[in-house]
């Protein structure tokens, strides 16, 4: 049984750098959902696919971060001309649903995103 | 606008006592779900249980229990006879428009 994956676990970049993270979700899930959490705080929701289609994005991913998931598998999120502002975690989450019927997600253990 | 207030930064419990983390929620959308998860030092999200806004009874998940009360929209969370293992950040959580608005979170330190 394999649950969420995520890679990098760690990153540290300067700013300015671009950074690709990469998560895989559970097998059997349609819905894939990226966050953001920092220190201190619960996580905020980024944006959220439903199979390749990006169907929602929060206001919190400005034109700098990209996200993609090309064959309703993994999905990658960019983020290019970083700054200080990005260190975080990046929590990559995946859930299954069908029709109304709503779904605990399950969540990766993380990408943390340090830059100097 | 969904939004979830955890009231309690941090809480102390001896161990294989019971213990309550506070969740106050607010939304317009007479649909949601409301969640528990737990993140240990490690920092993965752990899901520990689930209440649907319909629901008439409490959800139970082993020792944890959820405590909705739905006209005063909150949904605690009860862990009985807690262990040592149970010391880490849990959030509530609320679903609704296909996306999970967080609390700030409670770190909860079980004593020996």
């Known amino acids: 049984d394999t649950g969420v994956s995520q890679d990098p676990r760690h990153k540290i970049t300067k700013r300015g750098q671009n950074v690709t993270f990469r998560c895989d979700p559970i097998?059997?899930?349609?819905?894939l959902y990226w966050y953001r959490q920092t220190l201190g705080q619960g996580p905020e929701f980024l944006t959220y696919f439903q199979n390749e289609a990006q169907l929602e994005k929060s206001r919190l991913l400005s034109d700098r971060f990209s996200a993609e998931r090309p064959k309703g598998s993994f999905s990658t999120l960019e983020i290019q001309r970083t700054e200080q502002g990005d260190s975080a975690m990046y929590l990559c989450?995946?859930?299954?649903?069908?029709?109304?019927?709503?779904?605990?997600?399950?969540f990766g253990p993380g990408t943390r995103l340090t830059v100097t | 606008a969904q939004k979830i207030t955890q009231t309690q930064p941090g809480m102390f419990v001896q161990e294989k006592e019971a213990v309550t983390l506070d969740c106050t929620y607010d939304?317009?959308?007479?649909?949601?779900?409301l969640f528990w998860y737990k993140q240990p030092s490690s920092g993965e999200m752990i899901f520990l249980i689930y209440q649907g806004s319909y629901d008439q009874q409490n959800a139970t998940e082993g020792r944890y229990s959820l405590n909705f009360q739905k006209a005063r929209k909150s949904a605690n969370l009860v862990i009985s006879a807690s262990q040592l293992g149970d010391s880490a950040m849990y959030f509530c959580?609320?679903?609704?428009?296909?996306?999970?608005?967080f609390g700030g979170g409670t770190r909860l330190m079980v004593k020996p």
């Open positions: 989450a995946s859930s299954f649903e069908a029709g109304a019927a709503s779904y605990e997600q399950y």
């Open positions: 939304t317009s959308d007479p649909s949601y779900g």
């Open positions: 959580a609320m679903e609704a428009g296909n996306m999970l608005t």
């Open positions: 097998s059997e899930h349609n819905r």
